[in-house]
């Protein structure tokens, strides 16, 4: 599968942003998705996942609260609609899927080529 993301830029601190991942190439609702970000200087971490049906999602307790992520599996999309954004949520965010099923797993097969998010303070 090949992942596109979009819908980076610069906001200001307390705004929202609203990304997007487009999948191609193979069947979508067999994947679980996934949000990681990597700051400067730091390493990638997760911010969220979902489920391949969208019935279970989970996020990284910096970002519960403030990040919704959702899926639309007849538009092969996957969203992480952010908001309360804060200077430490400057990142490039990454969207990534992987096959696994019956349990949450932090490694992806498939990654999109990442989007990067500015937050000014």
């Known amino acids: 599968v090949q992942l596109q993301a979009s819908g980076g830029g610069l906001v200001q601190a307390g705004g929202s942003l609203r990304l997007s991942c487009a999948a191609s190439?193979?069947?979508?609702?067999?994947?679980?998705m996934g949000w990681l970000r990597q700051a400067p200087g730091k390493e990638r971490e997760f911010v969220a996942a979902?489920?391949?049906?969208?019935?279970?999602?989970r996020y990284a307790d910096s970002v519960k609260g403030r990040f919704t992520i959702s899926r639309d599996n007849a538009r092969n999309t996957v969203y992480l609609q952010m908001n309360s954004l804060k200077s430490e949520d400057t990142a490039i965010y990454f969207c990534a899927a992987n096959q696994v099923t019956g349990t949450w797993s932090d490694e992806y097969d498939y990654w999109g080529q990442g989007t990067l998010v500015t937050v000014s303070s």
């Open positions: 190439g193979g069947t979508f609702s067999t994947y679980t």
């Open positions: 979902i489920s391949r049906l969208g019935g279970s999602t």
